[in-house]
């Protein structure tokens, strides 16, 4: 009886252990290890690669790394907990504390303010979330979720961030002004992972 009673103690113990340890994900942004995403960019084309699930800031996390020419040029590693997708550190350098870059649930007009560190690098600013139709390589998209980030500073320097997010896709485009860098990425091509 007492085996019994050991052995299902241990079947719960496992079963809820196992259920929390079950991957966090949201159509907006779907991560899973071996999707793949291919931008248009001025000069060529940049892949961001869902490489591995990994430890990372005592989180389990996924590792992107992103690439040109064949060559990874950056990697960042990314969480989704159940108030959003939050980037928990930037080329192996973490975030202090993690930056969520997209709201769960996404609600129009919702604003949430970020400040935090990479690497003494302050990062400061507020996010918004719009609708808006956008059209890419891949197609034109009806009010997909637009991620906008207003008020914002890196390193001190004047910022913008716009991100288009499309269910079951993840990110069609993305416009920054960052640290004297102007970038439009555009989707071509999205490859979902095995």
Request: charged fraction near 30%; proline fraction near 3%.
């Amino acid at each position: 009886m007492k085996r019994i009673l050991g052995l299902s103690l241990l079947a719960l113990f496992l079963a809820a252990h196992t259920s929390m340890a079950q991957e966090k994900t949201t159509p907006l942004y779907p991560l899973k290890v071996g999707n793949k995403w291919t931008y248009k960019v001025s000069g060529g084309t940049i892949e961001v690669k869902v490489e591995k699930k990994e430890k990372f800031a005592e989180e389990d996390s996924y590792k992107l790394e992103t690439s040109a020419a064949g060559k990874v040029s950056g990697s960042e590693n990314v969480v989704v907990r159940d108030d959003g997708v939050f980037r928990l550190g930037v080329n192996g350098m973490k975030s202090d504390p993690a930056v969520k870059f997209l709201a769960i649930p996404a609600t129009k007009n919702y604003k949430w303010d970020v400040k935090a560190k990479v690497d003494k690098q302050e990062i400061e600013g507020t996010y918004v979330i719009k609708t808006e139709d956008v059209t890419v390589p891949l197609g034109t998209y009806k009010e997909a979720t637009l991620v906008e980030a207003t008020n914002f500073k890196v390193a001190g320097m004047d910022s913008t961030i716009k991100c288009w997010f499309v269910k079951d896709i993840g990110i069609v485009k993305l416009e920054f002004k960052l640290m004297g860098q102007e970038a439009t990425f555009e989707l071509e091509k999205f490859e979902q992972g095995k």
